[in-house]
């Protein structure tokens, strides 16, 4: 059984993760409510071409489109 405290702990460390992203990318793109578009579809686009499903087709397709 998970405890709590990892479910918190995990929790704590994407949000913190999705933080860090947050500052990388504002400088890349405007800051607008919208700026999550402008990562995610590159991202939607590297997976389908790597395979829905596949984590090493991902990484395959984005070293593709990079």
């Known amino acids: 059984m998970i405890s709590e ?14 933080a860090v992203a947050g500052i990388i990318a504002a400088p890349l ?6 700026m999550g578009a402008d990562a995610i579809m ?7 071409i790597g395979g829905i499903g596949s984590f090493w087709g991902s990484v395959i397709g984005g070293l593709m489109v990079g």
Not at 7 to 16: D, E, K, M, Q
Not at 29 to 34: E, F, I, L, M, Y
């Open 29 to 34: 793109w405007s800051v607008k409510p919208t």
């Open 42 to 48: 590159p991202a939607f686009v590297v997976v389908v």
């Open 5 to 18: 405290n990892c479910v918190l702990l995990v929790f704590g460390l994407g949000s913190a993760l999705a």
